[in-house]
């Protein structure tokens, strides 16, 4: 699970309305908590059938509002301030139901006449059944509230609670918490130019997969999340980004073009082929070694006996793209995981590599750097002199490792001069 220390302070008014995926709008405030969000909910009549007040009150550390006339709520808070008093105000689950009533504005309840009556920016999270979300109707008034500026995260595709298969699932609160935090990055980046805008980015991503045979192959642990972050973030600070990546679960970062890949051959040709680029980030596990002659037909056991794989070197991306050259991207960044002597070994391989930055992290048993969501990393630049220079950054998670990994980036080319 990722942190977002830009929800930080932040107001968000939740509304639930009546889906089975309400319960997932729990996990969802309680992740917004410990953000450092505060989270007050209105809880719709449907709503309040799927998850109980209580639970939304425990979880929000807040009164939960469900009764548009009800005095009280009224000399608390009146409906319009209810509506305002938050920076952003996100629909979750949003039913078929209450789009159309937002898409028509019509105002029967607490949560439509809050939604008519707000000024803030919008976050709706559809979820219902494939059928309902493919009609026409459904359609047609999520397009009149994305062009009115309503944002939207999913719905997704998979099994869906009435048993059937379709695009209908609500995103999962994790999805719900990026897009929340990505409404507020951008709030934060203002309208103006993005600091990377003009700049092409390649980024390398994941494990490399090398076959043995048609059916078995090498691989590794990697699971592409930190070069995933990386470009997402590099996207978001308005690089073109390109993402060559071994086969991960991780989702398509958006804005930002894919190319899958299996074997390392295939992602130094696919690397290659994307230059000119101004920056590299070479974030994948390329296996540094493949089978050499791999078999065109399965290998049995029985009239193959146990074979004896030879193997043959790689081709190491990260040092192809940082020699000198036309197409050399102005700033090329490597990794380096250690498992000791993590500087040491760091900076030998900034200068073994010919790269300009090394980011060093720790991957020695116990660190659950690989597979996990977080990261403790050292910048290492190579100066003129020769000697390396050092940045600690603290325990991040990885999503916030790839932020600040942009940020630094955008820094150098700033420093570095006007954009192309
Ligand atoms: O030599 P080592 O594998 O430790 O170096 C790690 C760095 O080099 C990472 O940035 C990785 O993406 C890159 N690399 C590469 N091609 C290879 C091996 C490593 O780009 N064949």
Same mark, same amino acid.
């Given at each position: 699970m990722s942190d977002f220390p830009i929800l930080d302070g932040k107001r968000l008014l939740l509304v639930i309305s009546?889906?089975?995926?309400?319960?997932?709008? /729990?996990?969802?405030?309680?992740?917004?908590?410990? =953000?450092?969000?505060?989270?007050?909910?209105? $809880?719709?009549?449907?709503?309040?059938?799927?998850?109980?007040?209580? @639970?939304?009150?425990?979880? @929000?550390?807040?009164?939960?509002?469900?009764?548009?006339?009800?005095?009280?709520?009224e000399s608390e808070m009146g409906h319009i301030r209810l509506s305002r008093a938050a920076d952003l105000v996100v629909v979750a689950p949003a039913t078929a139901d209450?789009?159309?009533?937002?898409?028509?504005?019509?105002?029967?309840?607490?949560?439509?006449?809050?939604? /008519?009556?707000?000024? #803030?920016?919008?976050?709706?999270?559809?979820?219902?059944?494939?059928?309902?979300?493919?009609?026409?109707?459904?359609?047609?008034?999520?397009?009149?509230?994305?062009?009115? %500026?309503?944002?939207?995260?999913?719905?997704?595709?998979?099994?869906l609670a009435c048993g059937e298969t379709g695009t209908g699932r609500m995103a999962e609160p994790e999805e719900i918490l990026a897009a929340i935090a990505a409404f507020f990055d951008d709030v934060a980046l203002g309208s103006g130019p993005l600091p990377l805008s003009g700049r092409r980015a390649l980024v390398t991503s994941g494990?490399?997969?090398?076959? !043995?045979?048609?059916?078995r192959y090498i691989t590794n642990r990697?699971? %592409?999340?930190?070069?995933?972050? !990386?470009?997402?973030? /590099?996207?978001?600070? %308005?690089? =073109?980004?390109?993402?060559?990546?071994?086969?991960?679960?991780?989702?398509?970062?958006?804005?930002? =073009?894919?190319?899958? !890949?299996?074997?390392?051959? =295939?992602? $130094?040709?696919?690397c290659q082929g994307s230059l000119p680029a101004d920056i590299a980030v070479c974030a994948a596990a390329v296996a540094d070694w493949r089978v050499k002659g791999v078999?065109?037909?399965? $290998? #049995? #056991?029985?009239?193959?006996?146990?074979?004896?794989?030879? $193997?043959?070197?790689?081709?190491?991306?990260l040092a192809t793209l940082s020699r000198p050259g036309s197409t050399r991207p102005a700033l090329v960044v490597g990794f380096a995981a250690e498992t000791q002597h993590i500087l040491e070994h760091a900076s030998s391989k900034l200068a073994r590599k010919g790269c300009d930055w090394i980011v060093a992290n720790d991957v020695g048993t116990g660190t659950a750097t690989f597979g996990g969501d977080r990261n403790t990393v050292h910048i290492l630049r190579a100066t003129p002199g020769g000697e390396a220079s050092v940045e600690d950054w603290p325990e991040l998670s990885k999503v916030s490792v790839g932020e600040r990994l942009a940020v630094a980036i955008a820094e150098h080319f700033a420093a570095a001069g006007p954009r192309p």
């Open positions: 009546g889906g089975i995926a309400a319960y997932k709008s /729990l996990v969802l405030i309680r992740r917004l908590r410990e =953000q450092g969000a505060a989270v007050r909910v209105i $809880l719709t009549e449907a709503g309040a059938r799927f998850v109980t007040p209580l @639970s939304v009150a425990a979880l @929000s550390e807040d009164k939960v509002y469900q009764e548009l006339f009800s005095l009280t709520d209450l789009l159309a009533k937002m898409a028509a504005g019509l105002a029967d309840d607490l949560a439509s006449t809050a939604l /008519l009556a707000t000024d #803030k920016p919008v976050l709706v999270a559809p979820a219902m059944n494939g059928a309902m979300w493919e009609h026409p109707a459904t359609q047609t008034n999520i397009g009149i509230l994305t062009g009115r %500026g309503v944002r939207r995260i999913g719905p997704n595709a998979g099994e494990p490399t997969v090398e076959p !043995i045979d048609p059916v990697s699971s %592409g999340r930190q070069g995933h972050a !990386i470009a997402r973030a /590099l996207a978001r600070l %308005g690089a =073109q980004t390109i993402l060559v990546s071994g086969p991960t679960a991780e989702p398509d970062p958006p804005g930002v =073009q894919m190319i899958r !890949i299996e074997t390392a051959m =295939q992602m $130094l040709a696919a078999a065109g037909q399965k $290998l #049995k #056991k029985d009239k193959d006996g146990t074979p004896l794989l030879e $193997l043959v070197e790689n081709p190491d991306i």
